[in-house]
Nanobody, 123 residues
Framework: QVQLVESGGGLVQAGGSLRLSCAASGRAFGNSFVAWFRQAPGKERKFVASVHWTSGTTYYADSVKDRFTISRDNAKNTVFLQMNSLKPEDTAVYYC????????????????WGQGTQVTVSS
């Protein structure tokens, strides 16, 4: 089983940028999607973006298209989420996940999860 560690969260003003990292240990990312989800207080966990580790295929939630970019670094066994033009509604705990059975956009199918990193966007 792979262990995932997220980093890069923090407090930023609206319009600013952050880059989140998801590093894998224990084993390399396999032939699966790696995804970012986010969860605001009192809300359900929502899909943000995913990338297939082998093919590079990406998916984005409509709410983050043209603002967020997901990418991978095979040598570092790390997935990144570049977040630009941040809005207060982007405030949430961001989670990295992998090893999916089913749709790469649904949290229920992912087996391996990180602990999350807090992103707070002030207005």
């Amino acid at each position: 089983q792979v262990q995932l560690v997220e980093s890069g969260g923090g407090l930023v003003q609206a319009g600013g940028s952050l880059r989140l990292s998801c590093a894998a240990s224990g084993r390399a990312f396999g032939n699966s999607f790696v995804a970012w989800f986010r969860q605001a207080p009192g809300k359900e966990r929502k899909f943000v973006a995913s990338v297939h580790w082998t093919s590079g295929t990406t998916y984005y939630a409509d709410s983050v298209k043209d603002r967020f970019t997901i990418s991978r670094d095979n040598a570092k066994n790390t997935v990144f989420l570049q977040m630009n033009s941040l809005k207060p509604e982007d405030t949430a705990v961001y989670y990295c996940a992998t090893t999916v059975y089913g749709s790469p956009q649904h949290a229920v199918g992912y087996r391996d999860w990180g602990q999350g990193t807090q992103v707070t966007v002030s207005s």
